[in-house]
């Protein structure tokens, strides 16, 4: 249900607006979350947004330069990534966590995910 868009080719210290759309029935969640997998290294957290607030907080690896962000009204979900370097190369996922959890800042208080969408950052 959830379908990311926007990965892509850039070059170093260019932007990309990663978006992820809800396209299946109404997804009740408290929060929803963008995560990343380099190959060969694990999946981890970028950024996450509460669904019914305005609370939000980010990994410290791209606090200042990616920006969380949704449009409760289309269900989508955006993160804006400014001043991309190589080491923001890889597959980006977003996810909608359906239970109350406490940071949503791992894989585990997710539910939902989507199929990734790849970014590679050229140096």
């Known amino acids: 249900q959830l379908v990311e868009s926007g990965g892509g080719l850039v070059q170093a210290g260019g932007s990309l607006r990663l978006s992820c759309a809800n396209s299946?029935?109404?997804?009740?969640?408290?929060?929803r979350g963008w995560f990343r997998q380099a190959p060969g290294k694990e999946r981890e957290f970028v950024a996450a947004?509460?669904?019914?607030?305005?609370?939000?907080h980010y990994a410290d690896s791209v606090k200042g330069r990616f920006t969380i962000s949704k449009d409760n009204a289309k269900d989508t979900m955006y993160l804006q990534m400014n001043s991309l370097s190589p080491e923001d190369t890889a597959v980006y996922y977003c996810a909608a966590g359906r239970r109350s959890q406490d940071m949503y800042n791992t894989v585990e208080e997710y539910d939902d995910w989507g199929p990734g969408t790849k970014v590679t950052v050229s140096s």
């Open positions: 299946g029935e109404n997804l009740r969640t408290y929060a």
């Open positions: 947004i509460a669904w019914l607030g305005t609370t939000a």
